[in-house]
Every structure is written in C-alpha cells, then in structure tokens.
C-alpha cells in the first residue's frame, strides 16, 4: 500500500524515481480505505528535504497513510519557498481540533539555545499537550527529543565539547519490544548534535525506559507510556549523503567540524559514504507504524485520548 501525499509534492516525483510508491490525493479518495492519519511537524530549515527523508523511510509499510504537514506560527522558515509553505503545510492552530494517528516532529537548528528562549517555545509546549489528547504516538527526533523530553519530564540536556557527528552502533535494551521485531543485536544510527540528554537523568524517572544506547554516542532511544512516545537522539531518516551535505557545507563556512565517524569508505570522503542504517531505518519505522499506531489507534480517530 502507497502513502498518500498532497498532489504535487515535490517528494512524489522525486520517490517515484526511486522506486518508491506513493500516491497522491486524487487517486487515493477512489480507495475505500481509512488510511492512517499521520501529521509531520517540520522544524528542520530546508523542508523539502527533511519531508523527502520521512516518506522514505515510511514508505514500504503495507498500510496506507495519509500525511500532513504542520508548521509554527510563531516562525517563518527562510529556506524554503513560500509557496511550498502555503500550497503544502498548515499552523497548528487550524490543525488543533483534529485527531492524528501518528505525530513525528523532527529536529530544529536550536541547540544552542535554552528551551525557553527558543522563540516558538510557547507554541511548542502547546503542541506537546495537544499531542497526549489528539495523537495514539509520537516520534520525537533529535532536538525535538531533547525537547519533550524536557518538558514532559524535566531531563535537561547538556553541551557537547565537540559536536557529535557520524554512524554510531547502537545496542538494543530489549529485544522483545514490538519497536525491535526483526532487528538484529545492534543497528546503526546518524547523529549530528551539538548537545546530549544523560543516561543518569533518565533513569531516575520511572516513566522513561532507555530502549536503545551506545558506548560512543550515548542514549539514542527512550521509551514512554507503553510506546505512545517515542525520544530519538539521533536521525535513523537521513539519506545517504545528509551527513556528508552536513560536512562539505560547515567545512564551506570555515566552521569547526570533524569529518563524520564510520561514515566514509576508508574514512575518505572522497570514496564517499558506506551506507550501514537504511535496512534498520526502514523497519523501525514500519514497526512504528503497525506496532504503535495501527495496532493500537481506533477505526473511529475521533475517539483518540
């Protein structure tokens, strides 16, 4: 089964040459299917790009969805067209009194900020209440983890002495989880952060559960209310050459940046990257799906809570 997309996203074409089946609106109201609603708050800057890496990842689920995409009022993104904004996503404030059966909000540009000197803070916090009464699960990526996880259970995070950067293996708490069916010992994850949540914060707070950590890069994935919230310190959507875009462009800027770890064949950018996570990537989130959304929300979205 496709995702059903906006007509003329610009990701459709894109997929489409991939291999990668998706549909727009217009065929997809001939199905009689209740597709699973799944609403995306991008916060990344180039949006086109972050929207291409999630309907990647979710494509090869058997279920069909049907995505939308949120935007902050509060902030207006200076890095994608304007008309792509009004043609492809809506505020919070028109989306607030619908239910969703998946949330996945994604990593912003912000670390170097306080929580609440980020300037879309407040809108922010509204989001993170109307997600526990209007959504069945939600995806926290990167900052966005750092961020729930701040503000639902008071876990601070702390800055890095250099920023954490490449493919780091991962080590699974518990096989058994739903989140994991399929997976083998450990799997692969891109991280590109500047700061970190610790692993004795979190294990003070009986709600959180570490589900996924490694030795190098620390705590990638925990746990809350039974799988109805999901904190990812890490980017299991990036493409192939996300990381190496990351390099190239702060090596541009004279930014000090080392080249990403177990990233590079030979550790030579110019052999380009050993891909290692996209297999794990992929069925993460399928299980997401199936396991926490679709197993769990009801046929009737409206009596979510």
């Not at 199905?31 to 494509?59: A, C, F, G, H, W």
Request: proline content about 7%.
């Amino acid at each position: 089964m496709p995702l059903t997309l906006p007509d003329r996203l610009p990701a459709i074409d894109l997929l489409k040459k991939e291999n990668i089946f998706v549909m727009g609106t217009s065929r997809a109201t001939t199905q009689d299917i209740r597709p699973l609603r799944i609403v995306v708050l991008n916060l990344m800057p180039i949006k086109i790009t972050t929207e291409t890496d999630l309907i990647r990842v979710l494509s090869n689920t058997p279920l069909q969805l049907e995505l939308t995409f949120m935007k902050i009022k509060s902030h207006t993104s200076k890095n994608t067209p304007v008309e792509h904004m009004r043609a492809f996503y809506h505020d919070f404030e028109v989306l607030r009194n619908q239910k969703f059966d998946g949330l996945i909000i994604t990593g912003a540009p912000v670390e170097h900020l306080e929580f609440e000197d980020v300037n879309y803070w407040d809108e922010m916090q509204e989001i993170f209440n109307w997600a526990r009464t209007h959504v069945t699960s939600t995806l926290y990526i990167c900052w966005a983890a750092q961020a729930g996880l701040y503000y639902h259970y008071g876990v601070p995070k702390y800055p890095l002495p250099e920023k954490k950067f490449g493919i780091f293996p991962q080590m699974i708490a518990d096989p058994l989880l739903p989140i994991f069916r399929g997976f083998d010992d450990y799997f692969q994850m891109p991280h590109s952060r500047h700061t970190e949540i610790q692993k004795t914060d979190i294990e003070t707070i009986e709600e959180l559960h570490i589900i996924a950590e490694s030795e190098e890069s620390g705590v990638s994935i925990v746990m809350a209310r039974e799988g109805r919230e999901f904190f990812i310190t890490g980017h299991l959507e990036y493409s192939p050459l996300t990381l190496d875009s990351e390099y190239r462009r702060d090596l541009a800027k004279n930014l000090p940046i080392q080249k990403p770890q177990h990233y590079y064949r030979d550790d030579d950018p110019e052999q380009g990257p050993l891909v290692t996570w996209r297999a794990h990537a992929t069925l993460f989130f399928t299980n997401w799906l199936n396991y926490y959304v679709y197993q769990e929300t009801p046929y009737d979205i409206t009596s979510i809570h």
